[in-house]
């Protein structure tokens, strides 16, 4: 082969080496459409491919095409999955100390929590994540106010909860919450509870509106009670083998992209509140409540110490104390005293 021949083939070599895109996947459980989760992760998408001039690509499996959540992390973790976007009952699965922010009623509104995920006591549990669990924590973001529907009655007041079997995440802070309010927690994956409340395994279940609506349960449930118990989070998720093998310049990319995915669900999610309530309602004939201010706070006197004891015994006082300072600071900056 003469030399013109062999530079020709190397130049033709080196552009095909430029051209191919490394592709990433991104598994989650929310199907495809104009649902908060998946819009999300289509703006990572559509950041990373544009920003990386296509060097990378992020190919989406919604649906829970690769599995329910568990089975998702569990995936990263091992490698074979790069992202995936788990709500914190299934994060505290592999990392235990997730169930800090399930303190029923701490968060007074989205903005606090915001506030709370991009601080100080946020960035020091990814870095934990990461040294527990070897998995690299991007961002939190909202996953919403967790709320009760059900087949049964309406829910005004926590003596309505008494009896009721409600399906929750696979997580010890959910079941012993429903449980304080004098119902049965039936701990069901994510994939299986429109099912089971369409075969009446359980009565009910708890999530935010966009969940209710967008996963289906809204179809098969009656009555919706925004009481706003708990303040759920997801977190944007990435096997660190992967994201250390990219260049400096890629790893910027990836984690301005997931704040951005991080930012674009949280005011869905907001959003999503009425919006998703009102389709619920007129769409799908859901009879809806909106708790008043003191009606959450009799729930908020039933729930909250039994499952603020129950959270300090497994993840200790420091760390409780530590997110509840942490509240009252922003509050204090945001608010100044009231």
Do not use: C
Request: glycine share 8%.
């Amino acid at each position: 082969m003469t030399r013109s021949a062999i530079g020709a083939l190397m130049g033709v070599l080196s552009l095909s080496s430029v051209s191919m895109a490394d592709e990433i996947k991104f598994g989650i459980g929310v199907a495809e459409g104009d649902y908060p989760e998946y819009n999300a992760v289509l703006r990572f998408k559509e950041y990373v491919e544009f920003k990386t001039n296509g060097d990378i690509t992020v190919r989406l499996f919604p649906g829970n095409q690769l599995g329910g959540e568990r089975e998702m992390l569990e995936q990263v973790q091992q490698g074979s999955l790069e992202l995936t976007l788990p709500a914190d009952g299934a994060m505290a699965g592999f990392y235990p100390p997730m169930q800090v922010w399930s303190v029923p009623y701490i968060f007074e509104s989205a903005p606090i929590a915001w506030e709370v995920m991009n601080g100080p006591f946020g960035d020091a549990m990814r870095e934990d994540i990461l040294e527990q669990t070897g998995m690299r924590a991007l961002a939190f973001s909202q996953n919403g106010f967790r709320s009760f529907t059900n087949n049964v009655r309406p829910i005004v007041n926590p003596d309505d909860m008494a009896g009721l079997k409600i399906r929750t995440m696979e997580s010890p802070v959910y079941m012993e919450m429903v449980k304080s309010l004098g119902a049965t927690a039936v701990p069901i994956s994510g994939a299986e509870v429109v099912m089971a409340l369409r075969q009446g395994v359980v009565d009910g279940q708890e999530n935010p509106p966009a969940v209710v609506y967008s996963g289906g349960a809204g179809e098969v449930q009656k009555y919706y009670t925004l009481n706003e118990h708990t303040f759920g989070l997801h977190v944007v998720i990435a096997n660190n083998d992967w994201f250390e093998s990219l260049s400096p310049g890629h790893q910027q990319i990836i984690q301005d992209a997931a704040k951005l995915a991080a930012w674009t669900e949280n005011l869905q999610k907001t959003e999503g509140d009425w919006l998703y309530s009102r389709q619920l309602e007129e769409e799908l004939g859901m009879e809806i409540h909106v708790s008043t201010p003191e009606e959450k706070a009799a729930f908020r006197d039933v729930v909250q110490e039994p499952v603020l004891q129950f959270i300090r015994s497994n993840v200790g006082d420091e760390l409780v104390d530590e997110l509840l300072n942490e509240v009252e600071t922003v509050k204090s900056r945001m608010y100044g005293s009231q």
